[in-house]
Each structure stands twice: as C-alpha cells, then as structure tokens.
C-alpha cells in the first residue's frame, strides 16, 4: 500500500514454516508450522505491513528472531503485523487471538 495513493492489498498464499518470505500485503498461511522469522518483503529498508490469516489450522508465531509478541493466530481469523524499520521485528496486533 502507497500512502496518498488509491491503492489495493496485495493477496497471496504460503505454506507456515519457522521462516517465511512473504511478498504481498495479505498472506492466507496453510499448514500448523511456528513461525518464528518474517522476511521483510521490502528488505527491511522500511516499515511495512503484513496481514496474517490461517487458513487450515491455527498458526503459532514464535519470538525467537524477529516478531516481538507470541501468540496463535485462530484459523481464520487475522493477525496485523507492522515492521519497525527502526527496531528491526515486528510488532504483532492480534483480532481474536489467544
């Protein structure tokens, strides 16, 4: 998303697993795998945002590298994630979680 700009989420699937390299906006997760590490889709160079959903069973995210809060994410049900450029992890708002 482009701050000042119409501009539309981008949506794409992945397979959990202890790192993921998620490249769109909002990303639908098959799979029970804890995930532990997010790949910025933007290298890091700046904040971003990320969109979680589970799509087959709830999701664990894990604190061992760089996402600062742990949690499951309940199948179907979202998790909005925010990367701090200047803090280097992201930062996790969960809707629903336990």
Sequence with gaps: MIPGTVSKL???ALQSASKI???TDV?????STTIN???PALGGRQSQLLILIPI???ITLGT??????????PLQRDAFLVYSRAAGGWAVNFFGAT
């Design 10 to 12: 981008s949506e794409g």
């Design 21 to 23: 390299y998620p490249k």
């Design 27 to 31: 990303v639908l997760l098959a799979g």
């Design 37 to 39: 590490t997010i790949v």
């Design 56 to 58: 087959s069973a709830p």
């Design 64 to 73: 061992s590298d760089n996402i600062y809060l742990g949690a499951t994410i």
